[in-house]
């Protein structure tokens, strides 16, 4: 494997970050306090290509790599969470599977405006008694002939108060299971759609969450994403290509904590001397240095094989656990190196470590991501 990044790479890496700069830390801890969703950044990110970074140029996308996305999303997240995940969902979870099995009327109609950042998009999946057990789905859409009629709840969405496409999954006959289930487009101005409370939320608080309501909501058959029975495979095949956004969000928060201690160590003095000259600190600094690292090769190489059309399931797992865990332990690390000054917020690492914990939840938790790995090196 070559592990040097070509020049384009290094291009974008360095573009995302100036944006994470100049663009989103200015307010971001007013943003964060005040559950306040980045529009503004959020419509540059747009313009930059963001938002659509692997769709291709033929619909409106930067038509770039995995791993250039995997790049700018550890630039954006080391500053921003919340604007991470909001564009790790429009990016993995709407605008992938749209290109990948969507007709090309869809393509025209939704893909060319969210790849562009025109509009935002969310992935529906969790309800309240269907988080990690994704077959068990209560959410319906009863075939009518040339349309469905959808009825049900969603929750934990991540841009749901912001998003103009919604990608629905929901059971269209139960008799048979996960292969009854299918993934149906529903436009937000849909008769009988209705937005939930906004979620008030631990970290990721800029990013907006709400549950949705489905009452007798008709969606025309043209909206339906794939052939019937479906929509549990899509669903599956998205969350693998998400849980490589979400990794790479989970690494950018751990590495913008880790960014911001060895800043401090080396300013701060106790007992006459710079922190970072206390061994029980320089060694904090070493297992932080060490855990990214490993962190961000995971996440290149699941990147790597999704690019280069490999199956990429058990990588994109072992890059979700391995930097959700590391993302928690490190932040967590990054307050303690901060002392009290770490428990505040003006020194942006008490926010990273409540962005961390939701990495080991959403897009697959880590138990769920120990189950696939476990099932993959047992040969089950």
Request: hydrophobic share 35%; glycine share 8%; aromatic share 8%.
């Amino acid at each position: 494997m070559n592990f040097e990044l070509s020049e384009e790479h290094i291009m974008i890496r360095d573009a995302a970050k100036e944006f994470a700069q100049n663009e989103l830390l200015p307010g971001v801890i007013e943003r964060d306090e005040n559950q306040t969703f980045p529009t503004e950044q959020i419509k540059k990110m747009g313009e930059l290509g963001l938002m659509g970074m692997m769709v291709s140029p033929e619909y409106n996308g930067a038509g770039m790599d995995t791993v250039s996305y995997v790049l700018a999303m550890e630039e954006i997240s080391k500053v921003d969470a919340s604007a991470g995940v909001i564009m790790s969902a429009n990016n993995s979870l709407v605008c992938w599977g749209l290109e990948k099995y969507g007709t090309e009327a869809q393509k025209q109609k939704y893909l060319t405006k969210l790849a562009s950042g025109e509009i935002l998009g969310a992935f529906c999946l969790s309800e309240p008694n269907a988080g990690s057990d994704a077959t068990s789905q209560k959410t319906t859409a009863i075939d009518k002939g040339d349309h469905y009629v959808l009825n049900g709840v969603k929750n934990w969405i991540t841009n749901g108060g912001s998003a103009s496409v919604y990608l629905v999954i929901a059971q269209s006959d139960a008799s048979k299971k996960h292969k009854g289930i299918n993934v149906l487009i529903v436009e937000k101005d849909s008769p009988g759609f209705s937005l939930g409370p906004k979620e008030n939320k631990l970290g990721i608080r800029g990013s907006d969450t709400h549950s949705l309501l489905f009452t007798d909501v008709k969606v025309p058959k043209e909206n339906r994403v794939g052939p019937e029975g479906f929509g549990f495979r899509f669903a599956m095949e998205t969350l693998a290509g998400g849980r490589i956004g979400i990794a790479a969000q989970a690494l950018g928060i751990a590495s913008g904590a880790y960014e911001l201690s060895l800043q401090y160590s080396q300013e701060r003095k106790s007992f006459g001397k710079e922190l970072y000259k206390h061994q029980s600190i320089a060694f904090k600094l070493a297992d932080m240095a060490t855990d990214i690292e490993i962190s961000r090769l995971l996440c290149l190489k699941s990147a790597t094989q999704k690019d280069e059309c490999e199956d990429y399931n058990l990588s994109s797992s072992m890059a979700k656990l391995h930097c959700a865990e590391s993302a928690m332990k490190i932040t967590t690390e990054a307050v303690q190196i901060h002392g009290g000054y770490g428990f505040v917020k003006e020194y942006h690492v008490e926010r990273m470590m409540r962005d961390a914990k939701i990495t080991q939840i959403y897009e697959g938790t880590s138990e769920i991501q120990k189950i696939v790995i476990s099932r993959a090196v047992l040969k089950e």
